[in-house]
């Protein structure tokens, strides 16, 4: 269902639907964290710096599900349950989306557009500055594990680079 939302959304955007009504339309209503990732290639498919994608690359969360989502792209390519012969049809359009060049980009990479913008830029700042305050802790039981700490709080300092100007030429 999440591939073929995936193409529905890349036509739309091909058309000249604008990116906040798109990923409006999709998310409004829906409660499940995986039309998040189809929200994610949207923006990321049209490089948007807006109000509406502004809450996802402001999130630890998703940053770090959709760096996930990159690294399982690139290794090993969804394919689970397809085996038999009337399985082609299936395979062949996980292979296509998989090919998509959006798929080779994660979230993150959004993040300096919106540093670079003058209507975003403290905004931005701040909420990625402020990840090791609230890191996102996937069960309630990592709170009281240091190296699951650690690794959240890693990733917040590997996010807050890209909000640093000292890592960008002048």
């Known amino acids: 269902g999440y591939l ?6 890349l036509g739309e955007l091909e058309r000249g639907r604008p990116v ?7 998310v409004t209503g829906n409660e499940c964290i995986a039309v998040l990732g189809t929200a994610i290639t949207i923006a990321l498919q049209a490089e948007a710096v807006s109000e509406t994608v502004f809450p996802l690359v402001t999130s630890q969360r998703l940053l770090d599900a959709d760096h996930n989502r990159m690294i399982q792209d690139y290794t090993s390519p969804s394919l689970i349950g397809f085996r ?13 989306a998989n090919c998509r060049s959006v798929r080779r980009r994660e979230l993150s990479w ?22 090791p305050n609230n890191l996102p802790f996937q069960i309630e039981q990592h709170r009281t594990i240091p190296e699951a700490q650690e690794h959240l ?17 002048q």
């Open 153 to 169: 709080r890693q990733r917040a300092l590997e996010y807050a680079e890209l909000v640093d100007i000292k890592h960008y030429r």
């Open 84 to 96: 038999g012969p009337g399985d082609i049809k299936h395979v062949e359009a996980v292979k296509k």
């Open 20 to 26: 906040d009504e798109l990923i409006q339309q999709v």
């Open 110 to 131: 959004l993040i300096p557009l919106f540093f670079f913008s003058a209507k975003f830029k403290e905004g931005i700042r701040t909420a990625i500055l402020s990840f």
């Open 4 to 9: 073929a939302l995936e193409e529905w959304v």
